[in-house]
C-alpha cells in the first residue's frame, strides 16, 4: 500500500512540472480581413515570440540538467524536470503560422510593386 501511495504521489508531482503547451492555430478567423500591413505586423511579432521561445527552450534546458545532476543526491528533484516540451510545440505552431501568413501575403501581393499607371506624379 505504501509503494502505491509514493508512486501515485509521484505521478500527481511529475504532472505539475513544466509547463502545458499553447500551440497558435495555423488559420485563424481575422485571417480574411487582414491587409498587408497587419500580416506583416504579425509576422514581425511571431518571429519575436520564436525568439523568446528559443531562449526558454534554452533555459528550460539548463533548468533540466542541473535538476537532473543535483537528482542524484536529492531524487525528489527529478519531480520538477520538465518533460513537456511546450517551446518546441509551440515553435512548430508558429512556423505553419508564418508558411500561411507568408503565403497570404503573396497571395494578397503584399510587398510587390504598384501597377503601372496608379502611382502620383
Known sequence: MRKLIIITSGLVLSACAGRAPNPVATV?????YMDCKAIIAEIESNNAKVQQLASDKGLKTAQNVGAGVAGLFIPVLWFGMDFQGAEDKETAALQSRQQY????????????????GTGRR
Open 28 to 32: 485563424q478567423a481575422q485571417d480574411r
Open 101 to 116: 501568413l507568408a503565403s497570404l501575403a503573396e497571395e494578397r501581393r503584399c510587398g510587390a510593386p504598384a501597377p503601372a
